[in-house]
């Protein structure tokens, strides 16, 4: 399965534990195609999407449209998780390119990657 970043897709989270994401959501695929594609690894990297507003880097806005969202809606950088490809249940849309770029900035606050000043 060839899956670019910023692909917007229905995943089923569930099983889950504590303050995890639950339940059937989008998700914004943000690990490397090349690596999505690869058989030899059956996981994905994804953020989970709410139609919860939050604040910050690590909670940028996604809009409607394209993305196959139906309205605003906000990643939630701090979810991100590896699923099983098998997990996906449908692909709505991709998200802008300003939109992955706020989101990658996010994945670089989150992770630690930012480099120094």
Do not use: W
Not at 39 to 58: C, M, S
Not at 61 to 68: E, I, P, R, Y
Not at 78 to 104: N, P
């Amino acid at each position: 399965m060839i899956v670019d970043r910023g692909t917007v897709f229905l995943v089923e989270l569930d099983p889950t534990v504590g303050r995890e994401q639950r339940g059937t959501r989008p998700c914004v695929a943000v690990s490397d195609p090349a690596v999505n594609a690869d058989q030899r690894f059956p996981l994905i990297a994804v953020v989970p999407v709410t139609g919860t507003p939050g604040e910050g880097a690590l909670y940028p806005q996604l809009s409607a449209g394209k993305s196959g969202l139906t309205k605003t809606s906000y990643a939630l950088i701090d979810h991100l998780r590896s699923i099983d490809k098998r997990r996906i249940r449908r692909v709505f849309g991709r998200i802008t390119k300003e939109e992955l770029t706020a989101l990658d900035q996010g994945l670089e606050l989150f992770l630690g990657l930012a480099s120094e000043p």
